[in-house]
């Protein structure tokens, strides 16, 4: 390869390597999301799943679990309801129904606020959990979250966060 050829590539490889580099500094500023998380975000498909999260600040809207995770894995993410549904260990149709339920009550897109915390998509495959015992389990187990926190988090009574912590701890 010619000298110049090389200085070309060279040149061009910085101003790609620059512009990937302004884009993920942007994407992670808006989406609160680390450098390290965000290029996580970018590898191959089998690490999509453990790497895919969830805000905590969808499930304040008036909507069910179920229905709030559907919806944003649909709008924002641009999945499949097939792709949802392996994610999620559900049948596509309750995505679809979950979904169709969802843009009814509610049509705009969600806006992710603040105070949020991450969830990540895994703690919802685990079908012998309600989705918010998932939900409580995770964040009082992993974040060490008070109930109180977590009540106040999802904009739920903290008596029903507690109720499925221990209808989880108790296995029923």
């Known amino acids: 390869m010619s000298l110049v050829k090389e200085k070309y590539i060279s040149e061009d490889l910085d101003r790609d390597i620059n512009a990937i580099n302004t884009f993920i500094k942007n ?25 895919i999260k969830i805000p ?18 649909k709008e924002e993410l641009n999945l499949s309801y097939h792709k949802i549904a392996v994610m999620l260990n559900r ?13 009814k009550k509610k049509k705009e897109r969600f806006k992710v606020k603040e105070p949020n915390y991450w969830l990540p998509v895994s703690i919802f495959s685990d079908t012998s959990l309600g989705l918010l015992e998932a939900i409580s389990k995770y ?30 701890k108790r296995g029923k």
């Open 91 to 103: 049948d596509d149709r309750v995505i679809w129904a979950s979904y169709n339920k969802a843009i």
């Open 27 to 51: 994407v992670s500023q808006k989406h609160i999301l680390s450098f390290k998380e965000l290029v996580s975000l970018l590898g191959d498909e089998e690490k999509d799943q453990s790497a």
């Open 56 to 73: 905590c600040s969808i499930f304040r809207e008036r909507l069910g679990i179920l229905e709030s995770v559907a919806k944003y894995m």
């Open 139 to 168: 964040l009082k187990d992993e974040a060490q979250m008070s109930f109180n926190e977590i009540a106040n988090l999802l904009n739920r009574d903290n008596r029903t966060i507690w109720t499925s912590y221990n209808r989880k």
